[in-house]
């Protein structure tokens, strides 16, 4: 007579305490992101986030001293991921095009690299992008954590826009990318109004079709603004 007993399934491995630990960690950072992107760091509380992924407060304060520390903790995961592309795609075309870069391909460097994180991240990396839409519009506690985590990238985008236009006043350029991250931040931020005015034919989920356009729109304008008041110094 035949054992017709099915054999018992293996029981998956414990967690350790460490493997828990962080997946809470992320848990509550993936919420606090979503909550903060949309309602900045004044509209949430700890008791918020708590209240989103199923846990008491207590936990929350278990790992963090507070909100500020949250929301620090928010910006500073994934910004190393984006600062770390860039840096790497702006490097590699300084390399490949030696004496000779463009406004475009530099703008493309740093904006596409960007922008590819928002088209291929999924929602967590949308959240963050709406997030640092909000950080860069947003005086005093929102300029310092621009200032602490992204100024040296820029900087190197700055040197690098340098380089394409030569004869260009460092203050043009500096203006042109205060135009550059005011586009690029509005467009993170996801608001809708885009839609709304287009009646829907232009849609703000829509990075593809941002990535499309923005660096050459970008590049039009440095080129003018910059030939522009090379010609009004030439006259004077």
Sequence with gaps: MSDTTAPKAAKPPRRSKAEQRAESLELMLDAAEELFSKHGMYGVTLKDVAQKIGVHTSLMHYYFKDKQDLFHQVVKRRAP???????????????????????????????DTDLNLY?????????????????????????????????PVVLQLIDLLKRAMPDAELEDIFWGYHFVTGALTLSLARTGRIDHLSGGLCQSEDFEAIKARMAKFMAGGFMAICKQRAEDRASQ
């Design 119 to 151: 088209i291929e991240g999924g929602e967590g990396w949308r959240n963050y992008g709406a997030l640092g839409g909000q950080l860069n519009n947003t005086p005093v506690w929102g300029a310092e954590v621009m200032w602490e985590n992204f100024d």
């Design 81 to 111: 991921i984006t600062i770390g592309r860039r840096v790497e795609a702006m490097k590699r075309y300084a390399e490949e095009t030696g004496d000779h870069p463009t406004v475009e391909g530099a703008l493309r460097a740093f904006l």
